[in-house]
C-alpha cells in the first residue's frame, strides 16, 4: 500500500493550515472567548496548533495516525501518551 502522506503532502498543506489559522483562531476567540484547550483530530503536522499558541492556547491535543512524519511536525511529541502533543 503507497503511503499518500508523504513530505510533499504535508508542505502542500501546512502554508495554508497555519494562515486559515491565523485568520479564522481570532475570530472565534472574539466570539466565544478564548478556549482552555482545543484539539485536533487529524492534524498532519500540527500547524494548527502551532498557530493556537499565537493567541496564547495553552491545553492543546493533535491527533492523527502512526504514519504522520514526526520530523515534519510545527509542534512537540509527548512520547508518554504514544501520541502527537
Not at 11 to 16: R, V
Request: hydrophobic letters at 35%; one cysteine or more.
Amino acid at each position: 500500500m503507497v503511503n499518500q502522506y508523504d513530505t510533499a503532502f504535508y508542505e502542500q498543506g501546512t502554508t495554508g493550515a497555519k494562515r486559515s489559522a491565523q485568520v479564522v483562531l481570532p475570530i472565534a476567540i472574539e466570539r466565544s472567548g478564548k478556549p482552555n484547550s482545543l484539539v485536533d483530530a487529524g492534524c498532519g503536522t500540527g500547524s494548527l496548533l502551532a498557530a493556537a499558541s499565537e493567541p496564547g492556547i495553552e491545553g492543546t491535543r493533535a491527533l492523527d495516525g502512526a504514519y504522520a512524519d514526526r520530523s515534519e511536525l510545527k509542534i512537540c511529541v509527548n512520547s508518554s501518551w504514544r501520541q502527537i502533543c
